[in-house]
């Protein structure tokens, strides 16, 4: 079961020129096959003047749909640079379609590599990237006077707090990484010295900003 994934903060895209060919970057988050090739079908049609329209995709809980495509560029010098850098940033469930207007330069097969290759890593740190981690939601009970000690835990460990309920006690809806809950519920029994109650709610995904670190060649 998947617990952890990296992928795009959201869809976009990224133009960028290399001896006056254009290279733009398309990115999207698709959940299968069937919305990757639309969404190459989508960018083949929008940009059906372009000499080329190159595609990759890493798609699944174990990245077994890969896709790598030149569209008319010399084998290998593409699609494959391209779907290198998605699988090199451990990315999950993204479509690229890298679009190229001929500048009437020919870059030869390494630059050719480099530009596609580039054409994605550059959309990417655009775009921003974020980390997905499956959470439960810990419905945490307590009386007045423990909010500040539970306040202050849950803030020094960056535990997130989506919810709070003042009635005749406090409680404190807050997001924990499922391999963690059992260690946090622990810690907080003894940290209030058992004076608090907790109910499970519902596991999702919850995605935070990631750092981009893409190495450009």
């Given at each position: ?127 921003g990237l974020v980390e997905g981690r499956l959470q439960q939601a810990l419905a945490i009970t307590i009386g007045y006077p423990q909010i500040g000690a539970l306040e202050h835990y849950l803030t020094q460990h960056a535990i997130t707090i989506t919810d709070t309920s003042y009635l ?50």
């Amino acid at each position: 079961m998947l617990t952890h994934y990296i992928t795009l903060k959201s869809d976009g895209e990224h133009e960028i020129e290399i001896k006056k060919s254009r290279f733009i970057c398309q990115l999207a988050r698709v959940d299968n096959e069937a919305a990757a090739q639309a969404f190459i079908a989508a960018c083949k049609k929008k940009h059906y003047k372009a000499n080329h329209n190159c595609s990759a995709y890493v798609i699944g809980e174990q990245d077994e749909h890969q896709h790598a495509h030149d569209d008319g560029e010399p084998a290998g010098t593409a699609g494959v640079p391209m779907l290198e850098v998605l699988r090199r940033q451990h990315l999950k469930n993204v479509v690229a379609v890298t679009t190229r207007y001929f500048g009437g330069t020919k870059l030869g097969a390494g630059g050719l590599i480099r530009a596609y290759s580039n054409s994605v890593s550059q959309a990417i740190d655009v775009i921003g990237l974020v980390e997905g981690r499956l959470q439960q939601a810990l419905a945490i009970t307590i009386g007045y006077p423990q909010i500040g000690a539970l306040e202050h835990y849950l803030t020094q460990h960056a535990i997130t707090i989506t919810d709070t309920s003042y009635l005749a006690n406090v409680t404190f809806t807050a997001m924990v990484d499922d391999n963690e809950l059992v260690a946090v519920k622990d810690t907080i029994v003894e940290l209030l010295n058992g004076q608090v109650t907790f109910e499970l709610g519902a596991q999702q995904f919850f995605e935070t900003p990631l750092k981009n670190t893409t190495d450009h060649n």
